[in-house]
Structure formats: C-alpha cells, structure tokens
C-alpha cells in the first residue's frame, strides 16, 4: 500500500479497517467506530504492527481524531503528527489524557440527551476519537506509584465503559492482559478481541476469553516464526485465523506524512457541528508547556 493510492478523503472511521487476510483468503476487517479492541500476545507476536494499521486508518479519515499512547515512543511516534494528543512514557500525562477524555465523554454524552439520541452517528458529523495504546501495562502495572496507576487503571476503565455511544474508541495492547495488567471488570468491556502467539492456554484465553482454547481456538498453536499470525475475535464473535496486514517504516512515514499535511488542510475547512463535537476538551501533547 502506498499513500498515492489511498487519498485521505477517501476513508472514514465508519468504513471497515482493513486488517489482513483470513485462512480462506477473504479480508478481514472490523468496524471500529462502535467496539474497543483488545490486543494481546507475546513480544514479537505481532501486536504493535496491529496497533500500527488501525491507528493508520485512523490518521487517514478526516472524521477521526487521534489521541495516541505510547510509553515506548517508538510504535506510534510515527503518527504523533496526525495526532492531536501523543503521550509518552509520562503516566501523569497518561492520567491527564484519560481525565480529559472522560470531561469529553461527559459534554458528549449531556449533548447528546439534549438532542435525545442515544449514540453518535455519522449523521451528526461529530468526529470519532481513536485512543490507541500500545503496551497498556506500561502505565497500569509498571510505571509511577501505586496510586498513580490505580487512577490511570481507573480512568482507563470508565473510558473503556462509557466512551462508545459517544463516539470515544479504545484499542488497547498488551502482552498478556491478565488480572494484575488489566482489572478483570476493564478486559471484560473490550468487545473485539486479537489474540497473537501465546505460550499458555490461559494467556490465549485471557485476550480471547474464557473457554475458546477448549474449543480449539488457542494462540499457543501458532508458530512462534508467523508473525502476524493471529486469532481475531470480532464481529460474528467466533475467532477467525488472520495473517495481519503489515506496514513498512517507510510506508508508514509516507503515509502519515500525507495525513499529517491532509489534516492541516482540513482543519481550516471543518465544519462547525465538527468542532462542536471535538474541542470541548482540551488536550495537549505530551512534553508541551501547559
Ligand atoms: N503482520 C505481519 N507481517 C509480517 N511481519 C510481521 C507482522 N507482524 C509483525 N511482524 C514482524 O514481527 C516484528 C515484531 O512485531 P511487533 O508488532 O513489534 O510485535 P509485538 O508488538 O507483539 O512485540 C515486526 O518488527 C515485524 O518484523
Ligand atoms: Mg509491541
């Protein structure tokens, strides 16, 4: 894939994301606007480059905004100039964000009441926040003190339950989102579920949920060689075998280069109900002065 051929314009947060290919050689894709997605594996699995292709169909519709978190930089620095928040390795950032996104969830969900409707829809105009994170852990389990993390845990979650009918999607990575990295309560809220290369049953069954390996549906059977090789639990809820799509550095720096120029341009002609759905929080990168 190149930039040439996917002009920004052309995609919206609405429309499949395409994420790779099923073992019958149909595409595999998942509409996000309405799930989050949890992503789980062990390193080298695959689950950066998953994380990358959603966050790329992201920066390429303009009816998406992005707010990316990234504790190691290096996954979704890429992007941080299609983004309008990126958060390093920073947990009071990353406690900043998910409080300032749950102040959106807020203004949204009161507005929406007003207007007595239940969820966004495309209709209104209003633009959907993607909240990639890459290894959540970081922030839940491993960083700051313990009260820090109880708050970011805390946050995260009310996010994760409350931000999908207006228009706030989580997608989450972790190696293994067992209890102690994710509170069973939050695991739980994630509808999509993309589970790559684990060593234990249990670990496979944590991302794709309980029981699946009984039925055969077990992330320990992959070769630890195919990258990208994944079970990915979404629409119909059955796990469907996917060779993820892959991006290269350089298509992902074409790319989000043309999304990055893509989005100055539309951000002099958004429209008002646009901004009316987006600028009631104020956001900010991480490392800018306040
Ligand atoms: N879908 C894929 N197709 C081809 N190679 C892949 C794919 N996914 C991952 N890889 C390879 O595996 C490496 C590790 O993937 P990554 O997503 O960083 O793993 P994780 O985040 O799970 O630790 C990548 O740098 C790439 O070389
Ligand atoms: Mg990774």
Redesign the pocket.
């Given at each position: 894939m190149t930039s040439g051929s996917v002009p920004v314009g052309s995609l919206s947060i609405w429309d499949p994301i395409h994420l790779?290919t099923d073992e019958t050689g149909r595409r595999a894709c998942i509409t996000l606007a309405e799930r989050n997605m949890l992503i789980g594996?062990?390193?080298?699995?695959?689950?950066?480059?998953?994380l990358q292709l959603i966050t790329a169909h992201g920066a390429l519709a303009p009816d998406c905004r992005l707010i990316l978190i990234d504790g190691k930089r290096v996954?979704l620095g890429l992007w941080a100039d299609c983004a309008d928040t990126f958060v390093g390795p920073s947990i009071d950032d990353a406690i900043d964000v998910m409080h300032g996104l749950q102040h959106l969830i807020d203004q949204r969900t009161d507005a929406l009441l007003t207007m007595k409707r239940r969820k966004v829809t495309p209709d209104l105009g209003w633009p959907v926040y993607l909240v990639p994170v890459d290894e959540v852990a970081y922030f839940s389990a491993t960083v700051g003190t313990p009260a820090q993390q109880k708050e970011f845990n805390a946050a995260n979650r009310d996010v994760i339950a409350r931000g999908r009918a207006p228009g706030i999607i989580g997608v989450e990575?972790t190696q293994r989102p067992s209890a102690d990295i994710i509170p069973t309560s939050l695991r739980d809220l994630f509808g999509y579920r993309w589970a790559?290369r684990c060593s234990t049953e249990a670990s496979s069954d944590t991302i794709l949920g309980h029981g699946w390996a009984d039925k055969g549906y077990s992330a320990t059977e992959i070769d630890p060689q195919a990258?990208?090789v994944s079970w990915l639990r979404a629409e119909d809820g059955i796990p469907r075998r996917v060779?993820?799509?892959?991006l290269t550095d350089n298509q992902i720096i074409e790319l989000a280069d043309h999304a990055a120029r893509a989005r100055t341009r539309g951000t002099a002609s958004a429209t008002a109900a646009s901004q009316a759905g987006s600028k009631v929080v104020r956001l900010r990168k991480s490392g800018d002065a306040a």
């Open positions: 790779g594996g062990e390193p080298g699995g695959g689950k950066s480059v998953a996954e990575a790559f990258r990208g060779k993820a799509a892959y």
